[in-house]
């Protein structure tokens, strides 16, 4: 394992293992990452191996909702209100447009996100566009919010990992699904249901909101 201070080349030496199918730990909004390319079957089995996690999805970032649109689906209400939240700590499920089978675990639906960290945002940008975006942890146990707090088994199990100091919440993301027009919190994270109904009607977007 390698650990780098974040900068413009420690960066662009994570996409280049992300792209070689190598795992990769970085910091986000909420807490640190374990990345790899999302369509390297072999890389993401080897998430989960670390993980030792089951057959729960795990959520993609991306750099921008035009990266998101290959792999997922995006209608008027989606793209009105993901185009409202990202970046941010919130993670949205959508139906997904390619089959993404070991990311999804064969579910009709992926989770995305384009997280307000410049550091995910660019190692996203220079592996592709997307990036597994699972929590560094192993499955079941708190996240960390400093590479000091990372489990010494999953860092020891990647190839590189990018130290960028503290994560701004310290607080997973909040989930949403949105199907037919409705936005229903599934989890609640960095962005509370308050901040959700507030940012709805600030941005007059014409969406039901179930909690």
Wanted: neutral net charge.
């Amino acid at each position: 394992m390698r650990l780098l201070k974040v900068s413009r080349e420690a960066i662009r030496l994570a996409s280049l293992i992300v792209k070689d199918g190598g795992l990769v730990i970085y910091p986000t909004d909420t807490v640190y990452g374990l990345g790899c390319n999302p369509f390297d079957d072999a890389a993401v089995s080897r998430v989960f191996l670390v993980k030792g996690r089951g057959d729960v999805p795990v959520p993609i970032l991306g750099d921008s909702i035009e990266s998101l649109e290959k792999i997922a689906e995006f209608d008027d209400v989606a793209y009105e209100f993901c185009s409202t939240f990202w970046p941010g700590a919130l993670s949205v499920i959508l139906p997904k447009k390619l089959p993404l089978e070991k990311v999804t675990c064969g579910s009709p639906t992926v989770a995305v996100r384009i997280p307000a960290s410049q550091a995910a945002i660019e190692l996203a940008r220079l592996s592709g566009g997307l990036l597994v975006g699972t929590s560094a942890n192993i499955s079941g146990m708190p996240p960390a919010c400093d590479i000091s707090e990372l489990d010494k088994r999953v860092a020891e199990s990647v190839d590189m990992v990018l130290d960028g100091g503290r994560c701004l919440h310290c607080v997973a993301s909040t989930i949403v699904k949105i199907e037919d027009g409705t936005i229903k919190v599934l989890r609640e994270g960095a962005v509370s249901l308050n901040m959700i109904k507030d940012r709805i009607v600030k941005a007059r977007l014409n969406v039901k909101l179930v909690e």
